[in-house]
């Protein structure tokens, strides 16, 4: 599942903290839907703490921060107590936080490239 964020501004930390909440509740309700989440965007955020982005802790924030459409739930309190630790820690591992740029767009192989590729692997047997 991927989450891309094409802008810069304020509002991407959240985003993210949204996007974690859809990941929580994809993984808690239907894993077989996805296994790997990207929050691709091509502004940096939250730079203070980006290297905790992927942290339990922060992941539980952002499920907090979206209690009420993920637990149905106005007190925070209430809502720690709702968080499935174990699925946390699992989701923890399946996330991935990608800042690109424009340039890298630019890095695409030529069609003349790939047809030499293609040609080849044909001439090889590899297709």
Known sequence: ????????????????????????????????????FMFLTWHPFRIKSWTQLRDPDAIAKGCIANRRRLFGIEDEVEAQAHIDTSLINELKDRLWVVV??????QLLISDQDRALIVSSRIEKGLM
């Open 100 to 105: 690109l740029s424009e340039k890298q767009e």
């Open 1 to 36: 599942m991927a989450e891309v964020k094409n802008y810069s501004g304020d509002s991407l930390g959240n985003d993210y903290d949204d996007f974690l909440a859809k990941c929580y509740l994809t993984w808690r309700e239907n894993a077989r839907w996805a296994n790997q």
